[in-house]
């Protein structure tokens, strides 16, 4: 999350598109991923990650990956 350089992304919210039938159905689910974010990144930088449901999350992240990374040259 840019947390050590404090880079062009630090401090700016992130989503983080999630697909599937038990990220959909089951809300304590949610609320455990929630958790898991800020036991993995600390309370600070949790507070500007975002889970949102999305239907296909995985087609459209794959979508995304690719055109950010055909902006840089290998």
Excluded: F, W
């Amino acid at each position: 999350m840019d947390q050590d350089s404090k880079g062009s992304i630090y401090g700016k919210r992130t989503v983080v598109a999630m697909d599937g039938g038990l990220y959909e159905h089951y809300p304590q689910y949610r609320g455990y991923m929630q958790c898991a974010v800020e036991e993995l990144l600390g309370s600070e930088v949790s507070r500007n990650i975002v889970i949102e449901h999305s239907k296909d999350g995985s087609g459209i992240g794959a979508a995304l990956l690719a055109a950010t990374n055909s902006k840089y040259e290998h």
